[in-house]
């Protein structure tokens, strides 16, 4: 008997039927299809693939002869340098880095977004936040501080999403009017039924464990329009960071950001009612397409305490973010003067009062 390997049509992983709920569920990204999905799924993606033009195979010689890969022993980053950058700290946790090799060709990115923002405009872009916030350790932006800053391509995973949405509700529009002595109410209550097919293009999320995601998200938009493909001269001068999470592993956090997005855009379709109370919500990822590419983001860490703070500018729109560690010494500096020009208020409202 013949066996046919289906593939998870979200994250391309063995996908595998069960007996018990007759679907099939994938273990990686935990996906679950009925059978007649499936079906509907495949037909669609074959009908995409009919109209896609035939890509040229890469070559992947030139990556892996032409790029090192640097390890942090101390926070375990994995950190990718054309041969003509030398890494010698860690873009993270800023301890030394030891060269590991050459990076293998599964990693060559298929796409790139060069940077925009060279690194004089990056650390303006810091010092005039810097003097924002008023609370900053003194050493916060200092010249060490300053080489830290790391022109880093992060590692995205840039996914197209198909979504089918189901959802019904009871829409309420609410007249009140004056007659005479009496007062009116009317209410008017509508089912509403909406079905939509959401197709959702370039949902970006990183595959860098290091990196905390909501900074990534903070930092978009990026405009893919300038994406290229990747070619080796991008590299020179920046950092890469390998990535660690794959597709599947990062896939719970697209479905997330893609069942949000569809939930607001039928729920923005249900207008002309005063209120609206959703009965019913049926929203699922039906397959997704995705491009590993590097973004660029010019990054810094900062270490206070036992925390580090992480920041980062957009290498493309300079869209700057970060919290700022506030510094304990300042903080209480700034408390004991107001609390001075407190008492001398009181003072000499007590001299008027006399
Ligand atoms: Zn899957
Ligand atoms: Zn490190």
Request: aromatic share 32%; proline share 14%.
């Given at each position: 008997m013949e066996s046919v390997a289906f593939k998870c049509p979200n994250c391309n992983a063995d996908i595998k039927f069960s007996a018990a709920d007759q679907k099939f569920n994938c273990e990686y990204c935990g996906s679950s299809f009925t059978e007649q999905e499936m079906k509907e799924i495949a037909a669609s993606i074959e009908a995409q693939a009919a109209n896609r033009p035939e890509e040229a195979v890469q070559t992947d010689s030139e990556f892996e002869e032409q790029t090192n890969i640097y390890h942090c022993d101390s926070c375990g980053a994995e950190i990718m340098a054309d041969e003509n950058t030398a890494a010698t700290f860690c873009y993270y946790c800023h301890n030394p880095v030891v060269l590991a090799g050459r990076v293998s060709g599964e990693f060559r990115p298929k796409y790139v977004l060069p940077f925009q923002i060279d690194r004089k405009t990056a650390i303006g872009h810091f010092q005039d936040w810097c003097k924002k916030h008023?609370?900053?350790?003194?050493?916060?932006?200092n010249a060490g501080q300053q080489e830290k800053i790391v022109g880093l391509y992060v590692p995205f995973w840039v996914t197209d999403v198909n979504v089918n949405a189901e959802m019904d509700a009871l829409g309420k529009n609410v007249r009140t009017w004056t007659s005479g002595s009496y007062q009116y109410t009317e209410t008017k209550e509508f089912a509403v039924a909406r079905k939509a097919n959401v197709v959702l293009k370039g949902l970006p999320a990183d595959g860098a464990s290091h990196i905390d995601d909501d900074l990534m998200e903070a930092v978009e938009?990026?405009?893919?329009?300038?994406?290229?493909?990747?070619?080796?001269?991008?590299l020179s001068g920046f950092m890469a960071e390998k990535y660690d999470q794959d597709f599947s592993a990062m896939f719970p956090r697209i479905q997330k950001r893609a069942v949000q997005a569809s939930d607001q855009l039928v729920r923005a379709s249900m207008t002309h009612y005063s209120s609206i109370s959703v009965t019913r919500s049926d929203i699922k990822v039906m397959n997704t397409t995705w491009d590993y590419m590097l973004l660029p983001v010019w990054f810094m860490t900062y270490k206070y305490g036992d925390k580090i703070y992480e920041f980062a500018l957009n290498g493309q729109t300079a869209k700057f973010v970060g919290t700022p560690p506030l510094s304990k010494g300042r903080v209480a500096a700034f408390c004991t003067a107001i609390g001075l020009i407190a008492a001398l208020i009181t003072l000499v409202v007590g001299v008027i009062v006399k």
């Open positions: 008023w609370f900053l350790p003194k050493d916060f932006l938009p990026f405009d893919y329009q300038a994406v290229k493909p990747f070619a080796m001269q991008y």
